[in-house]
DNA sequence: CAGTCGCCCTGCTGGC
DNA sequence: TGCCAGCAGGGCGACT
């Protein structure tokens, strides 16, 4: 469930602990640590090797994706899919291991010096297995798997009127645009149904049928929403989001929509729904997002 | 080429 | 009590 606010939050931790430090040692573990470095070409083994030894210069993050661009300009791109994590540790990581750890990392004070320091580790965690870390060349400023996802709607050089264009053009119902993240990154089937419900539009509303004023208003929505889950530390339902240090965030409590099945609309007290789209539960109020809009427009051919 | 769909995966929950 | 279906769902590859 990370989407861009959980994944701001993960990278912000992972900048404050990461950035200036060398990798001086890595650990795959388990069964499936092999599988966290799947998307890694040449391998788990050369995944390990390459990246020993490297210096974080900085951490940077487009949509959901985030990527550590190393001193020689090379990143390591990482995706925590559905349930992945980070935690750092810097103290008393001794205890038992947890076990959906894929990764560990030892931290040593850069220039790399010969001994790991001793008590800094940055751990992968990852329950369903459908995130992962790879070493991309020459990807410090846009690791090169990524480069066809858009801007996301925190991006200072996002472009709103190309946004708004671009979704009016597909031939597709909205939140499936709204989901594709090569139209804008870093909304996903949460943050996707609160801005549907803040700008009152169901679901499956045909993109080219909207107006650029309504898809602008969502844009609007969606990054008031996601800015607002930003400040609360994003949003938790269970154990699968936490922040680098573990600790849940709270946004769940300001959810309109989303999850809220069978509760009073907040706006007008009607019955939130949740319906099956796209093999995924949407939230929507029925009164509020009606599929066709009031005056029946129909603009049938 | 744009759009759609199935699959990857683990762990929890609910029904019988 | 135990088993299994269903659900959570981001992204990619394979189709139409």
């Known amino acids: 469930m990370p989407e861009l606010p959980e994944v701001e939050v993960v990278r912000r931790g992972l900048a404050a602990a ?3 430090r060398c990798i001086a040692a890595v650990e795959l573990v388990g069964r499936h640590g092999p599988r966290a470095v799947r998307r890694h070409a040449a391998g788990p ?4 090797a390459a990246l020993t030894g490297r210096v974080v210069e900085d951490v940077r993050r487009r949509g959901k994706y985030l990527w550590w661009a190393l001193d020689d300009g090379d990143a390591v791109l990482a995706h925590l899919g559905m349930s992945g994590q980070f935690r750092v540790l810097t103290a008393g990581h001794d205890q038992p291991q947890h076990p959906h750890l894929r990764i560990r990392l030892h931290l040593a004070e850069a220039p790399a010096g010969p001994e790991p320091h001793p008590d800094t580790v940055v751990d992968f965690l990852d329950q369903r297995t459908f995130g992962g870390l790879c070493l991309v060349a020459g990807g410090a400023e846009l690791p090169a798997p990524i480069a066809h996802i858009a801007r996301d709607l925190l991006d200072p050089e996002f472009d709103r009127t190309l946004a708004v264009r671009t979704i009016r053009r597909r031939e597709s ?3 499936r645009v709204l989901l594709d993240q090569s139209v804008i990154s870093g909304i996903g089937n949460i943050y996707a149904d609160e801005a549907l ?7 499956d509303r045909p993109a080219a049928g909207l107006s650029a004023r309504t898809v602008g208003s969502l844009l609007d929505a969606a990054g008031d929403v996601m800015r607002a889950a930003l400040e609360a530390g994003g949003t938790s339902f269970d154990a699968l989001y936490v922040n680098v240090n573990g600790q849940s965030g709270y946004f769940d409590r300001s959810l309109n929509a989303y999850g809220q099945a069978g509760k009073p609309c907040p706006r007008c007290g009607a019955p939130i729904r949740r319906e099956r789209f796209m093999n995924r539960s949407s939230f929507l109020c029925p009164r509020c997002q009606p599929l066709l809009s009031a005056s029946g427009r129909g603009r049938r051919a």
């Open 18 to 20: 990461l950035t200036g």
């Open 45 to 48: 083994a050369d995944f390990v």
């Open 173 to 175: 119902g909205i939140k």
């Open 197 to 203: 419900w803040q700008a009152r539009v169901h679901y």
